[in-house]
T-cell receptor
């Protein structure tokens, strides 16, 4: 069962512009959400997380927004850089149990 | 502080064989989780170990098993390999895994190819 969905398999943006990656979930019990970035042949690298009691968390160029009523979260990258090109996974947990991952979105930032 | 390490990085096996993968968590981390990543299924949870006990298990057949040692290092075993077991196997560690919201940190993975 796909409890976490990333409906856009790919996204292409110009360097310097904003990248917005979206994620939807179905289980309202999720209480912690994370974004990971993955390069080929490497493990996922943690980017940023947000607790369900918040609606925004910011870390440098990365901001995650959570809309609990819509069961939707998004990752904003501003400004986008070519080095940001990777596959981005969103993940969700309930009470620190196993993480459920979305299928990933491949971001390409063009110079 | 060293990150999560996994060995081997690459492995080629034939159908019917068995394989053992190893994971060393970040120092001080006691929870170790295993994930399988395939192009078709994405990242899927296999199991989690804490204090040498399997605490959580995903929806995988009994051919997939694991264990954790007293130093928190973990091994994953797959018996009677099938072609569909070809995947990237990822290990992730966190401090406790329960009671507070924690981030899991991933190792580089072991790429398994079953011929």
């Amino acid at each position: 069962d796909q409890q976490v969905k990333q409906n856009s398999p790919s996204l292409s943006v110009q360097e310097g512009r904003i990248s917005i990656l979206n994620c939807d979930y179905t289980n309202s019990m999720f209480d912690y959400f994370l974004w990971y970035k993955k390069y080929p042949a490497e493990g996922p690298t943690f980017l940023i997380s947000i607790s369900s009691i918040k609606d925004k968390n910011e870390d440098g160029r990365f901001t995650v927004f959570l809309n609990k009523s819509a069961k939707h979260l998004s990752l904003h990258i501003v400004p986008s850089q070519p080095g940001d090109s990777a596959v981005y996974f969103c993940a969700a947990r309930i009470n620190n149990n196993d993480m459920r991952f979305g299928a990933g979105t491949r971001l390409t930032v063009k110079p | 502080k060293a990150g999560v390490t996994q060995t081997p990085r690459y492995l080629i096996k034939t159908r019917g064989q068995q394989v053992t993968l190893s994971c060393s968590p970040i120092s001080g981390h006691r929870s170790v989780s295993w994930y399988q990543q395939t192009p078709g299924q994405g990242l899927q949870f296999l199991f989690e170990y804490f204090s040498e006990t399997q605490r959580n298990k995903g929806n995988f057949p009994g051919r997939f098993s694991g264990r954790q040692f007293s130093n928190s290092r973990s091994e994953m075993n797959v018996s009677t390999l099938e072609l569909g077991d070809s995947a990237l196997y990822l290990c992730a560690s966190s401090l406790e895994g329960r009671g507070q919201q924690e981030t899991q940190y991933f190792g580089p993975g072991t790429r398994l190819l079953v011929l």
